[in-house]
């Protein structure tokens, strides 16, 4: 028996005490058990603790609560998406209004383009009918003038050679008639006034 001595000592039992041996010694952290209360160890207590928070929130209707606040929150989030939708809705009629619009500025734009071309044509037209009809005016007018100026030179020529001829007549008269020559003619004139 002197031989194993440790194996005598983990054969003995206390009275009172389960046997135990080095495995579960090692086991249970060197022999300590775990602290236990009215049967409940920690994990226990735990589930226990657990469960009694679970029956107070039933108690107390936390998931009613949990479930109306919920519902709010949806209701919120419903809410702001039926505006958000609205929202979206108006932004896309304004759009369209906008794209309307520039549409209809685009096609008043190229009307009024299309009447200024037009209106330009026809300024253009009324000015070179204008431009025509003063050049011919004045075209009339310089003829008129170059007429009358050619008339007023005739006149003035014909003036001058008349001046002169009767210059010239009076001249020739002079030297060729004298009291007797004139006598004689005042007399036949009279002659012939009297044969009337």
Do not use: Y
Not at 45 to 55: G, N
Not at 97 to 116: F, G, I, V
Not at 174 to 179: G, Q, S, V
């Amino acid at each position: 028996m002197a031989s194993h001595p440790k194996a005598t000592e983990a054969n003995l039992v206390a009275p009172g005490h389960a046997p135990t041996n080095a495995s579960t010694a090692a086991d249970h952290g060197g022999g300590h058990a775990e602290p236990t209360a009215w049967g409940f160890d920690a994990s226990g207590w735990v589930a226990l603790a657990m469960v009694a928070v679970f029956l107070l929130m039933i108690w107390k209707r936390v998931p009613a609560a949990i479930g109306r606040a919920l519902d709010s929150k949806i209701g919120t989030i419903r809410s702001q998406l039926d505006e958000a939708a609205q929202l979206r809705a108006e932004a896309e009629a304004l759009r369209a209004e906008d794209e309307a619009k520039a549409a209809q500025a685009d096609a008043e734009a190229a009307t009024m383009l299309e009447r200024a071309r037009t209106e330009a044509a026809g300024i253009l037209a009324q000015a070179e009918t204008d431009a025509t009809a003063l050049v011919e005016r004045r075209t009339r007018m310089a003829e008129d003038k170059i007429a009358a100026a050619e008339r007023a030179a005739v006149d003035s020529v014909r003036a001058r050679a008349a001046s002169a001829a009767a210059a010239a007549a009076e001249s020739l008269i002079r030297d060729r008639l004298d009291d007797e020559g004139d006598r004689k003619l005042v007399d036949a004139a009279i002659g012939e006034l009297g044969r009337r």
